[in-house]
């Protein structure tokens, strides 16, 4: 079983629409991550979380650490947002355990 | 800004060669990380790195690899004798006091193809 689960594998959305990307883990963590891929394949960080919400542009993380889940949402996306987005935690010892990620395209 | 780099961008080898492959984490960051994804994959931890020694490493980082840094700024992943299924994308990651709830900044990744 998969310690960190991402939902959808794939989304493909119109430009303008509101996306939300899932991801819920098994393991006790220190905190988790939310990463672009970009098709090159150099990753990216977006957010740092341990507990609440933050929010960078039209990137919005949220997460719930009694649930074990946090989303990604994005609000008016655009083309220049497909990419591979990746949840990671950090287990209390200190490395990341990946999920295998959500492939996004978003039309024009 | 300041920035994770490695080089090569792709190495190609043969099986059995070895392979060195580098990166030059971020100045003032203190924790260095070597990850791997196989193409197709997710992206799997490697070995951590802090204070000259290593502080983490996962099932996969057998006796085939070895990490160094052999001097202020280099970050070395060594794999001795390369077998096909090394075949990966090698991201190096470097991030600066706290190991466990630190960001962590990635380089773009050095593609290794084994034939």
């Known amino acids: 079983k998969n310690e960190v689960e991402q939902s959808p594998q794939n989304l493909t959305a119109q430009e303008g629409e509101f996306i939300t990307i899932n991801c819920s883990y098994s393991?006790?963590?220190?905190?988790l991550h939310w990463l672009q891929q970009h098709p090159g394949g150099g990753i990216v960080s977006l957010f740092m979380?341990?507990?609440g919400k933050k929010k960078h542009g039209r990137l919005i993380a949220t997460i719930n650490i009694q649930e074990k889940h946090s989303s990604l949402h994005i609000t008016a996306s655009h083309p220049r947002d497909s990419a591979v987005y990746i949840c990671a935690v950090h287990r209390s010892q200190g490395n990341l355990i990946f999920g295998k990620g959500t492939k996004l395209s978003v039309k024009p | 800004e300041p920035e994770v780099t490695q080089t090569p961008s792709h190495q190609v080898t043969q099986m059995g060669q070895e392979v060195i492959l580098r990166c030059v984490p971020i100045?003032?960051?203190?924790?260095f990380y070597w990850y791997r994804q196989i193409l197709g994959q997710k992206v799997e931890f490697l070995v951590s790195f802090y204070n000259n020694e290593i502080s983490e490493k996962s099932e996969i980082f057998d006796d085939q690899f070895s990490v160094e840094r052999p001097d202020g700024s280099n970050f070395t992943l060594k794999i001795r004798s390369t077998k096909l299924e090394d075949s990966a994308m090698y991201f190096c990651?470097?991030?600066?006091?706290?190991?466990?709830?630190?960001?962590?900044?990635f380089g773009p990744g050095t593609r290794l193809t084994v034939l």
């Open positions: 393991v006790g963590i220190s905190a």
């Open positions: 100045s003032n960051h203190l924790y």
């Open positions: 990651a470097s991030s600066g006091i706290n190991r466990g709830g630190s960001e962590q900044f």
């Open positions: 979380l341990s507990s």
